[in-house]
T-cell receptor, first 115, second 112 residues
Framework: DAGVIQSPRHEVTEMGQEVTLRCKPI?????LFWYRQTMMRGLELLIY????????DSGMPEDRFSAKMPNASFSTLKIQPSEPRDSAVYFC?????????????FGPGTRLTVL | QKEVEQNSGPLSVPEGAIASLNCTYS??????FFWYRQYSGKSPELIMS????GDKEDGRFTAQLNKASQYVSLLIRDSQPSDSATYLC????????????FGKGTSLLVTP
């Protein structure tokens, strides 16, 4: 199994630009989570999906952030317009509830730098 | 805000000693508790989960849960330099789909 795949691994952009982060969950996993990690705030949940449906987006910081999951094998997190305070590592994670599993498997993360 | 609190450390222990990591949480409705290990520049990986009061052992790791005190701990026996990492405590509220609230982590350094 390839694990959770995220792209790009690194992104450097200028303030005001649109940024799109991508995630491919592990095949067969029905939950997908987006987290953000900074030194100041630690690892924070942004949004999660169950069977491609957004369940809780209360962690999304503001309207500049949006997430979609058009199918079971792909999700995007978009920031428009980006700001320097959005600089962080963004992790995607997935989980298979069908096996009664509680384990979330994290992708390698996307390190975003907004100048 | 549902808080998960950890001492940021660093916690330094000599090789072969027991490392004790602690975590408190504020949401009494929390049902599931996890310890993740994160090496610098890497993603978190699950090392232990615990759901009931008491101890749960897995190899050199023991997780302890006390729901009345809202307290979770992780003991690492026979600590090795390869255990040097940041340990994240995570808590899942009931009916959250295991969406996790993380503490900021405790940095552990095991010295040879």
């Amino acid at each position: 199994d390839a694990g959770v795949i995220q792209s790009p691994r690194h992104e450097v952009t200028e303030m005001g630009q649109e940024v799109t982060l991508r995630c491919k969950p592990i095949s067969g996993h029905d939950y997908l989570f987006w987290y953000r990690q900074t030194m100041m705030r630690g690892l924070e949940l942004l949004i999660y999906f169950n069977n491609n449906v957004p369940i809780d987006d209360s962690g999304m910081p503001e309207d500049r952030f949006s997430a979609k999951m058009p199918n079971a094998s792909f999700s995007t997190l978009k920031i428009q317009p980006s700001e320097p305070r959005d600089s962080a590592v963004y992790f995607c994670a997935s989980r298979n509830s069908g096996r009664g599993g509680d384990t979330q498997y994290f992708g390698p993360g996307t390190r975003l730098t907004v100048l | 805000q549902k808080e998960v609190e950890q001492n940021s450390g660093p916690l330094s222990v000599p090789e072969g000693a027991i490392a004790s990591l602690n975590c408190t949480y504020s949401d009494r409705g929390s049902q599931s508790f996890f310890w993740y290990r994160q090496y610098s520049g890497k993603s978190p990986e699950l090392i232990m989960s615990i759901y009931s009061n008491g101890d749960k052992e897995d190899g050199r790791f023991t997780a302890q849960l006390n729901k009345a005190s809202q307290y979770v701990s992780l003991l690492i026996r026979d600590s090795q330099p390869s255990d040097s990492a940041t340990y994240l405590c995570a808590v899942a509220p009931l009916h959250s789909g295991y969406a996790l609230n993380f503490g900021k982590g405790t940095s552990l350094l095991v010295t040879p």
